[in-house]
């Protein structure tokens, strides 16, 4: 494990979101990142509504959700999947979103967040990993992103 990963681990409060990163730095393997092929959500069934998995398309960068998980869905009150991350969230969220994920995929390494923001009328509380997978393995063109409420 490197340095990166462990001051993720050591900042996460969520046990949830700590074994999704754990489990994500083994499947790599030494590698940089893991393949997408070494993720199995059957392995992770304690966080299967807190999991999206999208796609990177590039020329503009967009990204494209093929799956939102449940509780993601519940907390902001829309699913993405099989949509664009633009046609779901208003403009000011999705650039912060954007601007997460991209910095994570030209990073090549996770990222995490803790954040308290106002959406849909509400101010909605949550932490989040971003993780970077690959199809080949040379380049990150996929992201799991790990989002957990904090009900207050």
């Known amino acids: 494990m490197d340095d990166h990963v462990a001051g993720i681990l050591a900042k996460a409060e969520h046990p949830v ?3 999704v990163v754990a489990l994500w730095d083994a499947k790599r393997g030494g590698r940089r990142l893991p393949l997408r092929a070494d993720i199995d959500p059957t392995e992770m069934p304690y966080a299967l509504g807190d999991l999206s998995l999208f ?6 960068r967009r990204f494209w959700c093929r799956l939102d998980g449940t509780r993601q869905v519940e907390l902001f009150g829309v699913d993405c999947t099989r949509r664009y991350l633009d046609e779901c969230f208003p403009p000011d969220y999705y650039a912060m979103a954007h601007a997460s994920f991209s910095t994570t995929i030209d990073e090549g390494r996770p990222g995490y967040y803790q954040r308290q923001i ?3 009328g509400r101010f909605i509380r949550y932490e989040a990993a ?9 380049r990150a ?3 799991m992103v790990a989002l957990t409420p904090h009900w207050d």
């Open 17 to 19: 979101l700590k074994r």
């Open 55 to 60: 796609d990177v398309v590039e020329n503009p």
């Open 118 to 120: 106002p959406y849909a």
């Open 130 to 138: 971003m993780l970077p997978l690959s199809r080949s393995g040379d």
């Open 141 to 143: 063109d996929m992201l």
